[in-house]
C-alpha cells in the first residue's frame, strides 16, 4: 500500500507541474545539484520541454504494475517491489540528469533490476536465458556509449548538456560519435538484427515486468536519439537518413510478418511493438518537425496500449496459465469484457481514429509525403500489415468455437477492470483531445528540426 501511495504522488506531483507550471521554454527548469561523497561529486537534475513527457508516461504506469502485484503474496514479494522501485528512480534519475554521465550511470542502472526481475520471477526454464541475452545485448550497447562518453570529454573537457549542445568537433569525429550514441541506444529500441532479446525477455518476464519494458524502458532510446544526437549531431543525423531507412524499413517488415507467425501472445505484442518503436524511429529521423512530433507522440501511446495489452495478456495467464493461441477460441463467449477491452486496444494498437498513435502515424505519414512518395508508400503498407495481424490475433482468441479444455472461467474482476479503464480512458481522452500537450510538443519538435 505504501509504494502504490508514493507511486501516486509522484504522478500527481508531474501531472501538476506539467498543467500549472511548465512554461514554453527549451532551456532546463529547474535545475538542482546535488552534492555526493563529501562535495566530490556532484549529481545535476533538471526538467524541460522534452523530459517531462517521458516523466509523466514513467509517473503513470507505475502506480498500476504496483496495484497489479497488491493481492499477490508470492515468495519475496517485498524484495520485487524494492527492484521495482529501483526501475522507478533509475528512469525519473535519467529522463532528469543534466549530465551526460549521469545520464550513462542511470541507463546502467536499470540492467541489474530487470535481469532480477527476469531471472527470478519469471515464468518459465528458459527465464535465464533471457534474462542473460537481455544483459548482453544491453552491455554491448553501453559499452559503445561509454566509448563516446569518454571521447567527447577527452575533447571538450565537460558532459554537461547544456554546455554540448552548442558542440563543435571536425566532422570525422562527429560521425564516429555518431554511430557509437546511435548504436548504442538503438538495441533497446530494438532494431534487427538486435532485436532478438526482445520477445525473449517478454514470454519470459512477469506480467509487471514486460508491462514496464514495452511502455518505459523502449522509451529510453527515443530520449536519448533526441536529447544526444539531435542536440550534438544535428548535420550528421540529416547525413544518415539513408542508414536509418536502411535498417528501420526491413525491421518493420520483418516483425509484421513475423507476428503473423507467432502462437504465444506475448510474442505477437513484442513483435508489434519492434514495428512501432522502428516507425517511430523513422518519423524521428526523416520527417522534420512534424515526424519528431509523431515519433514522441507514438512513444506515449505505444507506452499506454503495450501495458494495457501485456496487462491483459497477463490477465489471462492468470487464468488459464498458458498464452498459446492454440489453446483458446471462442473466449467472447464466456468473457465478454475482456474480449471488448482486447478489441478496443488492437483497435488502438492499429492506429484506428480517435487513438493518440493514429495522430502520431499521421504525423509521421505527413512528414513522410512532404520528404519522399516512396517511403510514405511504403510506411503506408506496413501500416496496413499491421491492422491484418491485430484482426488474425484477435479472432484466433476470442472467436469461433470453444475448444473443449476450456469449461468454464470468470471475466475481468474489480481492480483489473480498475487498470484496463484507467488505459482505455486515457488513450482515448489523448487521441480525442491531444491539444493537451500538442502545443508544447509542437513548439519543441519545430525547434529540434530547425537547429
Same mark, same amino acid.
Given at each position: 500500500?505504501?509504494?502504490?501511495?508514493?507511486?501516486?504522488?509522484?504522478?500527481?506531483?508531474?501531472?501538476?507541474?506539467?498543467?500549472?507550471?511548465?512554461? +514554453?521554454?527549451?532551456?532546463?527548469? /529547474?535545475?538542482?545539484?546535488?552534492?555526493?561523497?563529501?562535495?566530490?561529486?556532484?549529481?545535476?537534475?533538471?526538467?524541460?520541454?522534452?523530459?517531462?513527457?517521458?516523466?509523466?508516461?514513467?509517473?503513470?504506469?507505475?502506480?498500476?504494475?504496483?496495484?497489479?502485484?497488491? %493481492?499477490?503474496?508470492?515468495?519475496?514479494?517485498?524484495?520485487?517491489?524494492?527492484?521495482?522501485?529501483?526501475?522507478?528512480?533509475?528512469?525519473?534519475?535519467?529522463?532528469?540528469? $543534466?549530465?551526460?554521465?549521469?545520464?550513462?550511470?542511470? +541507463?546502467?542502472?536499470?540492467?541489474?533490476?530487470?535481469?532480477?526481475?527476469? =531471472?527470478?520471477?519469471?515464468?518459465?526454464?528458459?527465464?535465464?536465458?533471457?534474462?542473460?541475452?537481455?544483459? /548482453?545485448?544491453?552491455?554491448?550497447?553501453?559499452?559503445?556509449?561509454?566509448?563516446?562518453?569518454?571521447?567527447?570529454?577527452?575533447?571538450?573537457?565537460?558532459?554537461?548538456?547544456?554546455?554540448? #549542445?552548442?558542440?563543435?568537433? %571536425?566532422?570525422?569525429?562527429?560521425?564516429?560519435?555518431?554511430?557509437?550514441?546511435?548504436?548504442?541506444?538503438?538495441?533497446?529500441?530494438?532494431?534487427?538484427?538486435?532485436?532478438?532479446?526482445?520477445?525473449?525477455?517478454? $514470454?519470459?518476464?512477469?506480467? $509487471?515486468?514486460?508491462?514496464?519494458?514495452?511502455?518505459?524502458?523502449?522509451?529510453? #532510446?527515443?530520449?536519448?536519439?533526441?536529447?544526444?544526437?539531435?542536440?550534438?549531431?544535428?548535420?550528421?543525423?540529416?547525413?544518415?537518413?539513408?542508414?536509418?531507412?536502411?535498417?528501420?524499413?526491413?525491421?518493420?517488415?520483418?516483425?509484421?510478418?513475423?507476428?503473423?507467425?507467432?502462437?504465444?501472445?506475448? %510474442?505477437?505484442?513484442?513483435?508489434? #511493438? $519492434?514495428?512501432?518503436?522502428?516507425?517511430?524511429?523513422?518519423?524521428?529521423?526523416?520527417?522534420?518537425?512534424?515526424?519528431?512530433?509523431?515519433?514522441?507522440?507514438?512513444?506515449?501511446?505505444?507506452?499506454?496500449?503495450?501495458?494495457?495489452?501485456?496487462?491483459?495478456?497477463?490477465?489471462?495467464?492468470?487464468?488459464?496459465?498458458?498464452?498459446?493461441?492454440?489453446?483458446?477460441?471462442?473466449?467472447?463467449?464466456?468473457?465478454?469484457?475482456?474480449? +471488448?477491452?482486447?478489441?478496443?486496444?488492437?483497435?488502438? =494498437?492499429?492506429?484506428?481514429?480517435?487513438?493518440?498513435?493514429?495522430?502520431?502515424?499521421? +504525423?509521421?505519414?505527413?512528414?513522410?509525403?512532404?520528404?519522399?512518395?516512396? /517511403?510514405?508508400?511504403?510506411?503506408?503498407?506496413?501500416?496496413?500489415?499491421?491492422?491484418?495481424?491485430?484482426?488474425?490475433?484477435?479472432?484466433?482468441?476470442?472467436?469461433?468455437?470453444? &475448444?473443449?479444455?476450456?469449461?468454464?472461467?470468470?471475466?475481468?474482476?474489480?481492480?483489473?477492470?480498475?487498470?484496463?479503464?484507467?488505459?482505455?480512458?486515457?488513450?482515448?481522452?489523448?487521441?480525442?483531445?491531444?491539444?493537451?500537450?500538442?502545443? &508544447?510538443?509542437?513548439?519543441?519538435?519545430?525547434?529540434?528540426?530547425?537547429?
Amino acid at each position: 500500500m505504501f509504494s502504490l501511495i508514493i507511486s501516486i504522488w509522484f504522478f500527481l506531483l508531474s501531472f501538476t507541474y506539467f498543467l500549472l507550471m511548465f512554461p +514554453f521554454s527549451i532551456n532546463y527548469q /529547474f535545475v538542482y545539484e546535488i552534492s555526493l561523497f563529501y562535495d566530490l561529486i556532484y549529481l545535476i537534475l533538471g526538467i524541460d520541454n522534452l523530459s517531462i513527457f517521458f516523466i509523466i508516461l514513467v509517473s503513470f504506469i507505475m502506480p498500476f504494475c504496483f496495484l497489479y502485484n497488491f %493481492k499477490n503474496t508470492f515468495i519475496l514479494y517485498k524484495e520485487f517491489i524494492f527492484l521495482l522501485f529501483i526501475i522507478e528512480y533509475a528512469l525519473f534519475g535519467l529522463f532528469l540528469s $543534466v549530465d551526460l554521465i549521469w545520464f550513462f550511470i542511470f +541507463f546502467e542502472m536499470l540492467i541489474l533490476p530487470f535481469f532480477f526481475i527476469i =531471472n527470478i520471477f519469471g515464468y518459465r526454464r528458459r527465464r535465464n536465458h533471457a534474462a542473460s541475452m537481455f544483459v /548482453f545485448y544491453t552491455l554491448f550497447g553501453s559499452i559503445l556509449l561509454l566509448l563516446g562518453i569518454i571521447i567527447i570529454f577527452s575533447l571538450t573537457g565537460t558532459t554537461d548538456f547544456r554546455i554540448l #549542445s552548442n558542440l563543435d568537433l %571536425k566532422w570525422n569525429y562527429q560521425i564516429f560519435l555518431w554511430f557509437c550514441f546511435f548504436f548504442g541506444l538503438s538495441i533497446k529500441v530494438p532494431i534487427i538484427p538486435a532485436h532478438i532479446w526482445l520477445p525473449e525477455a517478454h $514470454v519470459e518476464a512477469p506480467t $509487471v515486468g514486460s508491462v514496464i519494458l514495452a511502455s518505459l524502458l523502449l522509451k529510453v #532510446s527515443f530520449y536519448g536519439f533526441i536529447r544526444i544526437l539531435f542536440n550534438f549531431f544535428p548535420l550528421i543525423c540529416l547525413y544518415m537518413e539513408p542508414l536509418i531507412v536502411l535498417i528501420c524499413i526491413p525491421s518493420v517488415f520483418w516483425s509484421s510478418i513475423v507476428c503473423l507467425r507467432q502462437i504465444d501472445i506475448k %510474442k505477437i505484442i513484442a513483435y508489434s #511493438s $519492434v514495428v512501432h518503436m522502428n516507425i517511430s524511429l523513422i518519423g524521428l529521423f526523416l520527417s522534420g518537425a512534424y515526424g519528431i512530433c509523431g515519433c514522441i507522440l507514438l512513444s506515449i501511446s505505444h507506452g499506454f496500449i503495450s501495458g494495457g495489452l501485456f496487462f491483459l495478456a497477463g490477465f489471462i495467464y492468470d487464468r488459464f496459465n498458458t498464452r498459446n493461441l492454440l489453446y483458446f477460441g471462442g473466449l467472447c463467449k464466456i468473457m465478454p469484457l475482456m474480449s +471488448f477491452f482486447f478489441f478496443v486496444f488492437l483497435l488502438a =494498437n492499429s492506429s484506428f481514429p480517435g487513438f493518440l498513435s493514429f495522430i502520431g502515424e499521421l +504525423f509521421v505519414l505527413i512528414g513522410l509525403f512532404e520528404k519522399t512518395l516512396v /517511403f510514405f508508400f511504403f510506411l503506408s503498407i506496413f501500416l496496413i500489415i499491421g491492422t491484418i495481424y491485430c484482426i488474425w490475433f484477435y479472432d484466433h482468441l476470442f472467436n469461433g468455437v470453444i &475448444k473443449e479444455n476450456i469449461i468454464s472461467y470468470y471475466d475481468i474482476i474489480r481492480y483489473e477492470f480498475f487498470i484496463i479503464f484507467v488505459f482505455i480512458f486515457i488513450t482515448l481522452i489523448t487521441g480525442l483531445f491531444p491539444n493537451i500537450f500538442l502545443e &508544447k510538443l509542437l513548439f519543441l519538435s519545430f525547434y529540434l528540426s530547425i537547429n
